[in-house]
């Protein structure tokens, strides 16, 4: 029914694609290395189990790769780029016609930029007065100076606005702000300023452009770097390389030399297992580097219940508490180890158990992204919405719609399985939205997933989770990392460079930490290099905590492999095992690095706990979220007390007629 309204023009469109549509999908960079091509042993190392899958086109996903390739083809490059594109990156159509103006831009044109420069664009959006009201979506990209030292895309998005519905002639401005940090790239070996490595810009020329798309150009501001720009510049975290493992003897695409370094399959001695790498997959080291004589552990509190009995505090009270506030030593000391681990490492299947003497309840968590679903689950779902998948809802690129989606996740959560009538009430955890990437259009759940470019993915998850937190629903966003392959994806060893980690797959999970505030996160199933990503310390502490200031519960995906090794994940930063049969008790209640760790997982499960729809009415006046806005309350009590009056009034009426002499 939409898409009639649409196409007779009762509806004017305002969507735009999320991916870029090649004319032949077998000339992607990362065709030659996706799923099961040509033979069931292409991805199978020789003679083992184990599989792989090579990322060898680095940050050459979509846009990145046809738009650097037209610029690069020089004289030939429209017809290159008609003869392999057929849609752009950010393409839309519309039934009426807009006209842009930058009407304000800091900094002004031709500015130095430093690591302190704040970019504000406002833009004057206007609809032809002979035209239909419609909306318009803003894109900005910058182009980025190419040297040689490392590898760089031709442009990158780094903001965008939906505008409202604009009526024939009218006009409305719209500001887009980013920094410096949002293009920046990431140099893993020190080659653009020896003995530094991390996020940076090179020193040459970049022009911000006003897009229609990531190809069709409207006005342009320039600006310049005359020597190296770093991030953070002297912040309490330096980011630092930590992935250069999963790079060893990777080929990969360089556009100085597009086809001399075009991914290809493996050849037979390249699939080659060696022993060294066969015993660095069946490690089971984290890579923790805490010891009994660390500083954190010497510190901290590793007191613990020895029975089980009422605490006196109880989960409630920690409602809205800070996540260094003391109050939770004193929780965490009135838990017994053996709750601790039932809860994180052993059944942690779509919801946590009760902990009763501290007032938990039994949470109930249900899978997505397109909605609760029971999938899997012990527990029936009763009564909620299919949502639009997230391909679909990135296509809208409205920040409000998806904040809208989260907002109605949230509300389904809150009223909860309430005709089961049994004790676990509220959804309270969602294990969505998937944030990882279309890094091909043969991925196998691209339906799951927003777009091919991290920053539009990264916007889109943030504002959905965004709107489900504030009705008490944390959200797991999923698969943390590098989870765009579906075939053999339990255990695959994903080989890439970490500028393409960082830049390409890590951005969404990044944005939706820093913007959206997610304090949930899953890990996959694959593994980054040889090391599994829910048992790696660098992604899910390093990273993720330390560098994001991500706080909050990571989970295991479905944890019913052996690799899947509960100590690995809890020692790495995991907090909770995501499986439906008995673990085995792995903690040493005599080491303190144990205690330490499982207390710090418990402490990370209880504190989303404590601040979702989960605790509402456990405590006097704790209310996480409210299915409704409080002015609709307001106004369901005024129209009930106006009501109450008319029918009050109503009485006396009647009574005063009755009392009337015939």
Same mark, same amino acid.
């Given at each position: 029914?939409?898409?009639g309204?649409?196409l007779n023009g009762?509806v004017?469109?305002?969507?735009?694609?999320?991916?870029?549509?090649?004319?032949?999908?077998?000339?992607i960079p990362?065709?030659?290395?996706?799923?099961?091509?040509?033979?069931?042993?292409t991805?199978?190392?020789t003679g083992?189990?184990e599989?792989?899958s090579d990322?060898?086109?680095?940050?050459?996903?979509g846009?990145?790769?046809?738009?650097?390739?037209?610029?690069?083809?020089k004289e030939n490059g429209?017809k290159?780029?008609?003869e392999?594109?057929?849609?752009?990156?950010?393409?839309?159509?519309?039934y009426?016609?807009?006209?842009?103006?930058?009407v304000?831009?800091?900094p002004?044109?031709?500015t130095?930029?430093?690591?302190?420069t704040?970019f504000?664009?406002t833009v004057k959006v206007?609809?032809d007065?002979?035209?239909?009201?419609?909306k318009?979506?803003?894109?900005?990209?910058?182009?980025?100076?190419?040297?040689?030292?490392?590898?760089?895309?031709?442009?990158?998005?780094v903001g965008?606005?939906?505008?409202e519905?604009l009526?024939?002639?009218e006009s409305?401005?719209?500001?887009?702000?980013?920094?410096?940090?949002d293009f920046a790239?990431?140099?893993?070996y020190? !080659?653009?300023e020896?003995?530094?490595?991390?996020?940076?810009l090179e020193?040459?020329?970049y022009?911000?452009?006003l897009?229609?798309?990531a190809?069709?150009?409207t006005s342009?501001v320039?600006?310049?770097v005359?020597?190296?720009?770093?991030?953070p510049?002297?912040?309490?975290?330096?980011?630092?390389p930590?992935?250069?493992?999963?790079?060893v003897?990777?080929?990969?695409?360089?556009r100085?030399?597009?086809?001399?370094?075009?991914?290809?399959?493996?050849?037979d001695?390249?699939?080659q297992l060696s022993?060294e790498? !066969?015993?660095?997959i069946?490690?089971l080291?984290?890579g923790?580097?805490l010891?009994?004589?660390?500083?954190?552990v010497k @510190?901290?509190?590793?007191s613990f219940?020895r029975a089980k009995?009422t605490?006196p505090?109880q989960l409630?009270q920690l409602f809205g508490k800070d996540?260094?506030?003391?109050?939770?030593d004193e929780?965490?000391?009135?838990?017994t180890?053996?709750?601790?681990?039932?809860m994180?490492?052993n059944?942690?299947?779509f919801?946590?158990?009760?902990?009763?003497y501290?007032?938990?309840?039994k949470?109930?968590e249900e899978?997505?992204p397109?909605?609760f679903?029971?999938?899997?689950? !012990?527990?029936d779902?009763?009564?909620t919405?299919l949502?639009?998948s997230?391909c679909v809802?990135?296509a809208?690129?409205n920040?409000?719609?998806?904040?809208?989606m989260?907002?109605s996740?949230?509300?389904?959560?809150?009223?909860?399985?309430?005709?089961?009538?049994?004790d676990?009430?509220p959804?309270s955890?969602?294990?969505?939205?998937?944030?990882?990437?279309?890094?091909?259009p043969?991925g196998?759940?691209?339906?799951?997933?927003?777009?091919e470019?991290?920053v539009?993915t990264g916007?889109?998850?943030?504002?959905?989770?965004k709107?489900?937190? @504030?009705?008490g629903v944390?959200?797991?966003?999923?698969?943390?990392?590098?989870?765009e392959?579906e075939?053999?994806?339990?255990?695959?060893c994903?080989?890439l460079?970490e500028?393409?980690l960082r830049e390409?797959y890590?951005k969404g999970f990044?944005?939706?930490v820093?913007?959206?505030?997610?304090?949930?996160v899953m890990?996959?199933?694959?593994?980054?290099?040889?090391?599994?990503t829910?048992?790696d310390?660098r992604?899910?502490?390093?990273?993720?905590?330390?560098?994001w200031g991500f706080?909050?519960?990571?989970?295991t995906?479905?944890?019913?492999?052996?690799y899947?090794?509960? !100590?690995q994940m809890?020692?790495?930063?995991g907090?909770?095992?995501?499986?439906?049969l008995e673990?085995?008790?792995?903690?040493?209640t005599?080491?303190?690095v144990?205690?330490?760790?499982l207390?710090?997982?418990?402490?990370?499960?209880?504190y989303i706990t404590a601040?979702?729809?989960?605790?509402?009415?456990?405590?006097?006046?704790v209310?996480?979220?409210?299915l409704?806005?409080?002015?609709?309350?307001?106004?369901?009590v005024?129209?009930?007390?106006i009501?109450?009056?008319l029918?009050?009034?109503g009485?006396f009426?009647?009574?005063k007629l009755?009392?009337?002499p015939?």
């Amino acid at each position: 029914m939409a898409l009639g309204k649409i196409l007779n023009g009762e509806v004017n469109p305002s969507g735009r694609l999320i991916d870029t549509y090649a004319k032949d999908f077998t000339e992607i960079p990362s065709y030659e290395n996706t799923g099961l091509h040509g033979n069931n042993g292409t991805d199978l190392y020789t003679g083992s189990s184990e599989h792989f899958s090579d990322y060898e086109e680095g940050i050459y996903v979509g846009y990145r790769y046809f738009e650097t390739r037209y610029q690069t083809e020089k004289e030939n490059g429209d017809k290159w780029y008609s003869e392999n594109v057929a849609f752009p990156f950010g393409y839309g159509l519309s039934y009426t016609h807009f006209s842009w103006e930058i009407v304000d831009k800091k900094p002004v044109e031709n500015t130095e930029i430093t690591a302190e420069t704040q970019f504000s664009v406002t833009v004057k959006v206007t609809n032809d007065k002979n035209g239909v009201k419609g909306k318009d979506v803003i894109q900005l990209y910058m182009a980025l100076p190419y040297t040689g030292k490392i590898e760089k895309a031709a442009k990158v998005l780094v903001g965008f606005i939906k505008t409202e519905e604009l009526d024939p002639g009218e006009s409305k401005e719209y500001t887009v702000t980013f920094d410096g940090y949002d293009f920046a790239s990431f140099d893993s070996y020190g !080659k653009v300023e020896a003995g530094y490595a991390g996020y940076l810009l090179e020193a040459g020329d970049y022009k911000l452009i006003l897009g229609k798309n990531a190809h069709d150009e409207t006005s342009a501001v320039n600006y310049s770097v005359s020597g190296t720009v770093k991030f953070p510049d002297g912040a309490s975290v330096q980011v630092k390389p930590l992935f250069a493992d999963a790079e060893v003897g990777l080929k990969v695409l360089s556009r100085s030399d597009w086809e001399g370094t075009w991914p290809a399959r493996r050849t037979d001695s390249e699939k080659q297992l060696s022993n060294e790498l !066969k015993q660095s997959i069946a490690s089971l080291d984290s890579g923790n580097p805490l010891t009994a004589e660390s500083n954190e552990v010497k @510190e901290a509190d590793l007191s613990f219940a020895r029975a089980k009995k009422t605490s006196p505090v109880q989960l409630w009270q920690l409602f809205g508490k800070d996540y260094d506030d003391k109050l939770w030593d004193e929780l965490l000391k009135n838990i017994t180890v053996s709750s601790m681990f039932e809860m994180c490492s052993n059944m942690g299947s779509f919801g946590t158990v009760a902990i009763d003497y501290i007032g938990k309840i039994k949470t109930l968590e249900e899978d997505g992204p397109n909605g609760f679903s029971n999938f899997l689950a !012990k527990n029936d779902v009763f009564d909620t919405c299919l949502y639009a998948s997230e391909c679909v809802l990135a296509a809208t690129w409205n920040t409000e719609l998806a904040e809208a989606m989260g907002d109605s996740i949230g509300n389904e959560g809150i009223v909860g399985n309430a005709k089961s009538g049994n004790d676990f009430k509220p959804y309270s955890g969602w294990y969505a939205p998937g944030v990882n990437i279309h890094r091909s259009p043969f991925g196998g759940r691209n339906s799951e997933y927003y777009s091919e470019d991290g920053v539009l993915t990264g916007i889109m998850a943030a504002n959905v989770i965004k709107g489900a937190s @504030e009705k008490g629903v944390y959200c797991y966003m999923k698969h943390f990392a590098v989870n765009e392959n579906e075939t053999h994806r339990a255990g695959v060893c994903t080989w890439l460079t970490e500028q393409s980690l960082r830049e390409v797959y890590l951005k969404g999970f990044e944005i939706a930490v820093k913007k959206g505030n997610a304090n949930a996160v899953m890990s996959s199933f694959n593994r980054i290099g040889a090391r599994w990503t829910g048992g790696d310390y660098r992604l899910l502490t390093t990273v993720l905590r330390d560098e994001w200031g991500f706080k909050g519960a990571v989970i295991t995906d479905f944890a019913d492999k052996a690799y899947m090794n509960n !100590k690995q994940m809890t020692y790495a930063g995991g907090d909770i095992r995501l499986g439906n049969l008995e673990g085995k008790n792995w903690v040493d209640t005599s080491n303190p690095v144990d205690v330490y760790m499982l207390k710090r997982a418990t402490k990370n499960v209880l504190y989303i706990t404590a601040n979702s729809a989960a605790i509402n009415g456990l405590g006097d006046g704790v209310q996480v979220s409210v299915l409704m806005p409080y002015w609709q309350i307001a106004l369901i009590v005024i129209d009930c007390v106006i009501v109450f009056g008319l029918a009050v009034w109503g009485v006396f009426a009647v009574r005063k007629l009755l009392k009337k002499p015939e």
